[in-house]
């Protein structure tokens, strides 16, 4: 499906730029066209001759080099491909990007482009975390440059945690994904992720430990896969992915509005860890000591989203995932929630304090469906949304 495409491929100087070289020739067998950029720095980590072996085609580097300039100039260079993609992409490019900075040939480029950007980024984890990086990164999702990854792993540098440039494999869905190929292209699909607030009065709040990490994820590789994604998100840690329509809730019965007002939807995931009750009439001043004793907070169950929408009788979304956050006895409580709630899928995790899977960087589910179970190992989030994502792709066909 990617047959025929040309990609301009702009390596920045990394460590991951290695894995440029066989990106370039998993396009190639794709019959992909490549047309390589490199920056200086990228030439201390690979050779302009090994990109160009790879490629089938001289790489360009320099933005005053007159024979190239001769023979396609740079504006004709940022136009003549049908996506431009840059990997890796280092925090010093994309810091350049986000401040359309133009003093070289490869952002040089990235400014004259009329064609869509999508950036890997890779670097080290401090760097990735750097709240520069990070105001970057939203700079440029705002201008509508795609982003994949990075990953999360042990990195070069000796250091763990998320830096490390997205697996050759999921750039490629990634590109598939911009020119609209993805498994899920034309799907809509409605995600719940955070938690819920849950007001006391207008200062205080019930609330739990939900980071939003893992519904996060989840939309981010559906998105990927070409999906368009709704996500409902309660007041979550983690930044909602860029690309999706974000709805933004408080509470569970904001939530359940938000969730019936995006349907229909072809799949519904319901990864948002909502409070079970809500208080009774909530106070809208703040309370204060009084000196009487303990003030007394009546409870009303809150309604049950997930049950709601898999028992919808008409409008119902083909596939609806719930998730079960247990802590004990986690297969046997996941089986018999799947059934009360009546959903296709369940994805069963044990978020004891020990697992560190609450609020934590990794998550190891078990998939519960009509065929029986599925343990899948302990992983980042990001990979198990990715294996989520495609599994989702696959059920919906
Ligand atoms: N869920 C929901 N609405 C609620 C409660 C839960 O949509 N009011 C969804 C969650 O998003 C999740 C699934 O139901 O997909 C299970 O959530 P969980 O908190 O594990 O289950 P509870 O229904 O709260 O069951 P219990 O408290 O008995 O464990």
Redesign the pocket.
């Known amino acids: 499906m990617l047959h025929g495409k040309h990609v301009l491929l702009i390596i920045a100087g990394g460590i991951a730029a290695f894995k440029a070289l066989d990106l370039i020739r998993r396009l190639r067998e794709r019959g992909v066209k490549v047309t390589p950029v490199m920056t200086r720095a990228a030439h201390e980590f690979v050779t302009p001759l090994s990109v160009s072996a790879l490629a089938g085609r001289a790489v360009f580097s320099d933005l005053f080099d007159l024979t190239a300039e001769a023979e396609m100039g740079h504006i004709e260079l940022s136009r003549a491909a049908d996506l431009v993609v840059v990997a890796p992409a280092t925090a010093d490019l994309m810091a350049k990007m986000a401040t359309g900075q133009a003093d070289d040939l490869a952002s040089t480029l990235l400014m004259a482009t009329d064609k869509r950007v999508l950036i890997a980024p890779a670097m080290n984890v401090r760097m990735w975390q750097h709240p520069a990086t990070v105001r970057n990164l939203a700079v440029l999702h705002g201008d509508g440059i795609l982003s994949v990854g990075p990953d999360d792993g042990t990195m070069a540098c000796g250091e763990f945690g998320p830096g490390r440039m997205s697996e050759v494999p999921d750039i490629i869905a990634a590109i598939a994904a911009a020119f609209g190929h993805g498994p899920l292209a034309g799907r809509h699909v409605l995600v719940?992720s955070g938690p819920t607030h849950e007001p006391i009065d207008p200062v205080r709040y019930i609330a739990n430990r939900s980071s939003g990490a893992q519904g996060t994820a989840l939309a981010r590789a559906l998105l990927d896969l070409g999906a368009r994604v709704t996500f409902v998100t309660g007041p979550a840690a983690v930044p909602p992915p860029q690309g999706a329509d974000v709805i933004r809730v408080q509470t569970?019965r904001e939530m359940l509005s938000a969730v019936q007002g995006a349907l229909p939807a072809d799949a519904a995931v319901?990864?948002?860890?909502?409070?079970?009750w809500h208080v009774t009439g909530a106070s809208d001043q703040k309370i204060k000591k009084t000196g009487d004793g303990m003030p007394t907070l009546t409870f009303a169950e809150?309604?049950?989203?997930?049950?709601t929408v898999s028992r919808m009788t008409t409008g119902r979304p083909a596939l609806v995932v719930?998730?079960?956050?247990?802590t004990q006895d986690v297969i046997a409580?996941a089986t018999a929630?799947r059934q009360r709630?009546g959903c296709d899928w369940i994805v069963a995790n044990d978020v004891s304090p020990a697992t560190g899977i609450m609020g934590g960087a990794e998550n190891a589910v078990t998939i519960i469906t009509d065929d029986g179970t599925e343990e899948w190992p302990r992983a980042p989030k990001q990979a198990v949304a990715r294996d989520l994502a495609a599994k989702i792709a696959g059920a919906l066909g």
């Open positions: 719940t569970a319901f990864a948002a860890a909502v409070a079970d809150n309604p049950d989203i997930l049950a719930g998730f079960a956050a247990e409580h929630k709630k």
